[in-house]
């Protein structure tokens, strides 16, 4: 609650786990690493969902997300459009193993 002008709720404040989720949600939206149960595309790779929606408003315009981070690198993907059809080129930067060495 504003201190002055006695408005405003009395909650606890920004929600850490929610802002996450949400953040998380977005990111999901323009591309998720599906868990598939170690199912993969042609050629060994996982596989991948790009614009999960996709608004109409979008149609027709070209359309950049750069270094969202998954699980398994960094995506970066453009939409360009040649007319009415949609061409689409996918990047990733693969994730560094995150192996901890043991002390001895």
């Known amino acids: 609650m504003h201190p002055q002008l006695h408005t405003g709720t009395d909650g606890a404040g920004h929600d850490l786990r929610v802002?996450?989720?949400f953040v998380r949600t977005l990111l999901r939206l323009?591309?998720?690493v599906p868990d598939d149960g170690g199912h993969h595309?042609?050629?060994g790779?996982?596989?991948l969902r790009i614009a999960a929606h996709w608004p109409a408003s979008w149609l027709g315009q070209p359309v950049e997300v750069h270094d969202v981070p998954?699980?398994?690198?960094?995506v970066s993907w453009a939409?360009?459009?040649h007319g009415d059809r949609p061409a689409a080129a996918v990047g990733c930067r693969a994730?560094?193993?995150r192996r901890r060495r043991r002390r001895r």
Request: no cysteine.
């Open 19 to 21: 802002g996450g989720l």
């Open 30 to 32: 323009l591309v998720d």
């Open 41 to 43: 595309a042609a050629g």
């Open 45 to 47: 790779h996982p596989s």
């Open 70 to 74: 998954t699980r398994i690198g960094k």
């Open 79 to 81: 939409i360009r459009w």
């Open 95 to 97: 994730a560094r193993s």
